[in-house]
């Protein structure tokens, strides 16, 4: 599991999303991101992880969870609470922001 993990919402979905290293990438490949709803990563996850024999997996595990948040932000939800062990600031340098979506 990563170190944290973040509640975001749009005001009607509430999501879960861990802060660093995806473990779950690097031991199941493409189906964290088929559980989380998240296709068009699932899909490049299932075509790399055949073409490299699972080695994508190892490769996205150190981004996949940045991303998700990234694309979470992009359809519209925002961060609604943080974990005790992480500050705003943390966040902000984590994603390469300068200012977050709070709700």
Do not use: H
Not at 44 to 49: S, T, V
Not at 50 to 61: E, P, Q, R
Request: charged fraction near 10%; charge should be positive; include cysteine.
């Amino acid at each position: 599991m990563a170190y944290a993990k973040v509640s975001m919402t749009n005001g009607v979905e509430v999501k879960l999303v861990p802060v660093g290293f995806s473990w779950t990438m690097f031991f199941w490949g493409f189906w964290p991101p088929i559980f989380r709803g998240d296709w068009i990563w699932a899909v490049c996850m299932f075509i790399a992880c055949v073409f490299t024999y699972g080695l994508a997996g190892l490769v996205t595990s150190f981004f996949y969870n940045k991303s998700y948040m990234k694309s979470l932000f992009n359809k519209g939800y925002k961060v609604q609470v943080l974990p005790p062990n992480l500050t705003e600031e943390m966040l902000k340098n984590y994603l390469g922001y300068i200012t977050l979506p709070m709700a």
